[in-house]
């Protein structure tokens, strides 16, 4: 599994199947500081923020991958099981 997130993360965009992902491992969602993880909430003010286009991230917080992160490792694990066939 761990080769197929290094082989999603460092392919080439040209290469068939690949995507390219924009700050590979920046997520989507952040805290707004330290001390806060993605989802939290303090007095009703949300105290992370969101990218515009979650598809052009690969994680979607700090050890989660997004649904685009979750078929880029998909892709790779399939070119590399066909490659086996």
Not at 11 to 23: L, S
Request: aromatic share 16%.
């Amino acid at each position: 599994m761990y080769r197929a997130f290094f082989s999603a993360l460092t392919k080439e965009a040209h290469q068939p199947g690949t995507m390219k992902f924009k700050d590979q491992l920046r997520p989507c969602c952040e805290a707004v500081t330290t001390g806060y993880k993605c989802g939290n909430v303090e007095g009703g003010k949300k105290m992370y923020v969101l990218c515009n286009n979650p598809n052009s991230k690969f994680f979607w917080d700090d050890v989660h991958p997004s649904q685009a992160g979750w078929r880029a490792v998909y892709l790779a694990l399939k070119s590399f099981a066909y490659s086996y066939i």
